[in-house]
């Protein structure tokens, strides 16, 4: 079961301390979560990451 939590505040300086609030907020969404739904979540995340590049892409913004 992926848990449904808030993502962490992140600093505009982006300090270790939000890299250890991030991978905290990932494992605690993933904890209890199977492999079909690891995988599941990975691939929705990332056809939500294609989307926006290509959405980037036709509106020639750069691609960060």
Do not use: G
Request: no cysteine; hydrophobic share 30%.
């Amino acid at each position: 079961m992926i848990h449904d939590i808030p993502k962490p505040d992140i600093s505009p300086a982006f300090t270790i301390e939000d890299i250890h609030k991030i991978r905290e907020w990932h494992y605690e969404r993933l904890k209890d979560a199977t492999t079909d739904e690891r995988h599941a979540d990975t691939e929705r995340r990332a056809e939500r990451t294609r989307h926006a590049i290509e959405e980037r892409r036709r509106a020639k913004l750069p691609v960060v």
